[in-house]
């Protein structure tokens, strides 16, 4: 929105309460109480409390992403592209975020949210020219958003300091990260689009762990041999039940022998192969988290033993299954935040995912001479991403085959032929 729309439009910064809310929001509704039906599923933050894979999985889109370089790349009129290191905001994206944070920790937080909650936010801070100064992040748990008569959106920040208090925003000056939406305004979390999957995973880690303090001793049931005749009497059959069940309770934590009178032999209630069921079927629920972000089962640890050839694929899969459509998704949305739209017709925002398609040196040695030799690359751009200095006469595409740069063949051989 331009300077004389904020001016004159109808959107103001409007500190009064706003006059309904509605449960669709995922966070009210959790704070309200007002959750589906499936009741291991409480909020996305037990879940990556819960289950390891949930956490490895955010933690690797996060992680991955922020240590990507996030180039701001200037549009040619020849339809290529160069990267605008000069521009302030390719340094606030790759240097510092604000004085008080780097542009790794900015991105890694507004990743973990995006993976975590649906949402991200990032306060923007301009200069008298409208160009983009600062970037701070807002815990997307202190941001309340809400639609406005005209379409357009604003934004209420709670600032841990009290001293501060809440804050309007307006739609220019908040970043918006969200997740796949059901109304267009707030994201949800991956983990509450496939919350049955999500909840049956952690009804399984619940019942683990409770086997685990336990001691892993299954209910058990006494009967007696046919052979015995007696009956017990009810002072020695209740006190026969509390000894048993004070020793069961014991072995958990001090095992020891388990003797039994009158005859009473023990017997386990489980059926046999009941944990290797249970086993596999808490695998499979942890391989649905990972299917949920796009994340290869080897990546978490979830794949059985796997090949040279295998792991390749999936590392292939990890780029194009998970990290190009997250990143895809933050570049727009980031693009939209901190671009005018004259902005985006000369610029544009762009993760640089080609370390992530790197080799072992063999394959990326052949990869480069296939490169030079089809004139496609330099030498210098080979030597450049291999971390190596350029070196003089390395920018001329040269094919090996030939003793001479392009150029300089076509000039030679002009001349013979003059």
């Given at each position: 929105?331009?300077?004389?729309?904020?001016?004159?439009?109808?959107?103001?910064?409007?500190?009064?309460?706003?006059?309904?809310?509605?449960?669709?929001?995922?966070?009210?509704?959790?704070?309200?109480?007002?959750?589906?039906?499936?009741?291991?599923?409480?909020?996305?933050?037990?879940?990556?409390?819960?289950?390891?894979?949930?956490?490895?999985?955010?933690?690797?889109?996060?992680?991955?992403?922020?240590?990507?370089?996030?180039?701001?790349?200037?549009?040619?009129?020849?339809?290529?592209?160069?990267?605008?290191?000069?521009?302030?905001?390719?340094?606030?994206?790759?240097?510092?975020?604000?004085?008080?944070?780097?542009?790794?920790?900015?991105?890694?937080?507004?990743?973990?949210?995006?993976?975590?909650?649906?949402?991200?936010?990032?306060?923007?801070?301009?200069?008298?020219?409208?160009?983009?100064?600062?970037?701070?992040?807002?815990?997307?748990?202190?941001?309340?958003?809400?639609?406005?008569?005209?379409?357009r959106l604003r934004y209420r920040y709670t600032d841990p300091n009290p001293a501060v208090g809440t804050q309007v925003l307006l739609a220019e000056e908040v970043a918006h990260l969200r997740y796949s939406s059901k109304d267009g305004v707030l994201g949800l979390s991956p983990l509450a689009w496939a919350q049955g999957a999500v909840s049956l995973a952690m009804s399984?880690?619940?019942?683990?762990?409770?086997?685990?303090?336990?001691?892993?001793?299954?209910?058990?049931?006494?009967?007696?041999?046919?052979?015995?005749?007696?009956?017990?009497?009810?002072?020695?059959?209740?006190?026969?039940?509390?000894?048993?069940?004070?020793?069961?309770?014991?072995?958990?934590?001090?095992?020891?022998?388990?003797?039994?009178?009158?005859?009473?032999?023990?017997?386990?209630?489980?059926?046999?192969?009941?944990?290797?069921?249970?086993?596999?079927?808490?695998?499979?629920?942890?391989?649905?988290?990972?299917?949920?972000?796009?994340?290869?089962?080897?990546?978490?640890?979830?794949?059985?033993?796997?090949?040279?050839?295998?792991?390749?694929?999936?590392?292939?899969?990890?780029?194009?299954?998970?990290?190009?459509?997250?990143?895809?998704?933050?570049?727009?949305?980031?693009?939209?935040?901190?671009?005018?739209?004259?902005?985006?017709?000369?610029?544009?925002?762009?993760?640089?995912?080609?370390?992530?398609?790197?080799?072992?040196?063999?394959?990326?040695?052949?990869?480069?001479?296939?490169?030079?030799?089809?004139?496609?690359?330099?030498?210098?751009?080979?030597?450049?991403?291999?971390?190596?200095?350029?070196?003089?006469?390395?920018?001329?595409?040269?094919?090996?085959?030939?003793?001479?740069?392009?150029?300089?063949?076509?000039?030679?051989?002009?001349?013979?032929?003059?």
């Open positions: 929105m331009g300077l004389l729309a904020r001016l004159f439009g109808p959107e103001k910064r409007d500190m009064s309460p706003p006059q309904s809310v509605r449960l669709s929001d995922p966070y009210l509704a959790e704070f309200f109480g007002v959750r589906g039906s499936h009741s291991s599923f409480t909020s996305p933050d037990d879940a990556v409390a819960a289950l390891a894979t949930a956490a490895r999985c955010v933690s690797l889109i996060s992680e991955g992403l922020s240590a990507l370089p996030l180039n701001v790349y200037r549009l040619l009129g020849d339809g290529g592209r160069e990267v605008a290191e000069n521009h302030q905001l390719h340094r606030i994206l790759n240097d510092a975020a604000n004085d008080h944070m780097s542009a790794f920790e900015l991105r890694e937080l507004l990743y973990r949210d995006l993976a975590m909650q649906g949402n991200a936010y990032a306060r923007i801070v301009r200069d008298s020219a409208g160009r983009v100064r600062e970037l701070h992040y807002m815990p997307c748990r202190m941001v309340g958003v809400e639609r406005l008569r005209n379409g399984q880690s619940e019942l683990a762990e409770t086997q685990a303090q336990r001691g892993f001793v299954s209910d058990m049931a006494f009967e007696t041999d046919a052979a015995f005749q007696g009956d017990l009497a009810d002072t020695a059959f209740q006190r026969l039940k509390q000894q048993l069940s004070e020793r069961l309770r014991r072995m958990s934590r001090d095992p020891e022998a388990l003797l039994l009178e009158a005859g009473l032999k023990a017997k386990p209630l489980a059926t046999p192969g009941r944990e290797a069921q249970f086993h596999e079927a808490r695998v499979l629920g942890l391989e649905d988290v990972a299917r949920i972000y796009g994340v290869p089962l080897s990546v978490v640890g979830l794949g059985k033993n796997s090949s040279y050839g295998s792991l390749t694929e999936e590392s292939r899969a990890l780029r194009q299954n998970c990290f190009s459509p997250w990143a895809r998704r933050g570049e727009a949305q980031l693009a939209l935040a901190l671009l005018t739209a004259e902005g985006r017709r000369q610029y544009t925002i762009e993760h640089d995912l080609s370390g992530l398609e790197r080799g072992d040196l063999k394959a990326r040695l052949e990869a480069y001479e296939i490169g030079i030799r089809s004139e496609i690359w330099s030498p210098n751009e080979c030597r450049v991403w291999e971390g190596q200095n350029k070196r003089p006469g390395g920018d001329q595409y040269r094919n090996p085959s030939m003793s001479q740069p392009k150029g300089d063949d076509d000039e030679s051989g002009s001349s013979q032929a003059a």
